[in-house]
């Protein structure tokens, strides 16, 4: 399979939806293209400084339309610079790069879990369950995050009929706690747990407590991890996680989503 090649989309729309996380909508030829779980690699400067890519998740897409929305949050040199573009300007991306999401099969009850910056591909996620799911069934949605002023995507899952579950570590919003102690008070309800799909993205903590409730109760489960990236299409190790079986996975090129079981999380 051919590298994909850089190529420049145009910004529409940069705009903070909550501190430090802004919501960016470009119009691009991808968005064809683009799977739940996959992301671009993006050069936030004209210039050498920073000089590796930045790999942000897709948060979703329009085929019709043609644009794609990422949500980032700033937290170092490279997002700093990306938040300060405007509609108007030019972007540099590659993509869409990495394995995506498989979709539930028909009959499958999907379990989205998320925390913080990691709600974000997940979005796009519940979009296509709900869009693909023809016997209705909407996912099952927790998110978690810091504090109320940190959540965001409430009224886009809202918006296709979805009411999730939120957590906030300081009880500001929803429930006082992590998702994934909701999460397997959940599990309680369910006497046969293999009709179960598990979707997850967010820090190691949670994905390891998922991987592990997973693991237990014999369900099948996916997670999209979030690692620093250098090539974004396997030429280097950079973004390399321990494999279960032997050796390493990349996560730019064998991920950025595994099945729970294929990887250690360390």
Do not use: W
């Not at 145009?10 to 739940?36: F, G, H, K, R, V």
């Not at 930045?54 to 085929?63: G, H, L």
């Not at 965001?152 to 992590?178: N, Q, R, W």
């Amino acid at each position: 399979m051919s590298t994909p090649a850089a190529l420049f989309a145009n910004i529409t729309q940069n705009t903070q939806i909550a501190p430090d996380i802004y919501l960016m909508e470009i119009e691009a030829e991808i968005a064809e293209a683009a799977q739940p779980g996959q992301f671009l690699h993006i050069r936030c400067s004209d210039t050498f400084a920073p000089l590796l890519r930045r790999p942000i998740s897709i948060s979703d897409a329009d085929k019709k339309t043609g644009k794609v929305e990422i949500i980032y949050r700033v937290i170092g040199q490279g997002t700093h610079l990306l938040c300060q573009k405007r509609p108007g300007d030019r972007l540099d991306i590659i993509g869409p790069l990495g394995r995506g999401f498989p979709m539930p099969e028909e009959g499958k009850t999907s379990i989205i879990i998320g925390g913080g910056i990691g709600v974000a591909p997940l979005l796009y996620l519940a979009k296509q369950i709900a869009k693909d799911h023809k016997n209705g069934h909407l996912p099952l949605t927790f998110l978690g995050f810091a504090t109320k002023q940190e959540a965001f995507g409430i009224d886009f899952l809202s918006s296709l009929g979805i009411k999730a579950t939120i957590c906030t570590d300081d009880g500001t919003l929803g429930y006082k706690g992590f998702p994934t102690t909701l999460f397997k008070e959940h599990l309680n309800q369910y006497q046969d747990k293999s009709n179960l799909i598990i979707y997850a993205c967010g820090p190691k903590p949670l994905l390891s407590s998922i991987k592990d409730i997973a693991a237990g109760e014999h369900i099948t489960a996916y997670l999209s991890l979030e690692e620093r990236m250098a090539c974004g299409v396997g030429a280097c190790l950079g973004c390399s996680v321990k494999s279960s079986q032997a050796g390493y996975k990349k996560v730019c090129k064998d991920g950025p989503v595994f099945e729970a079981g294929e990887i250690e999380l360390e």
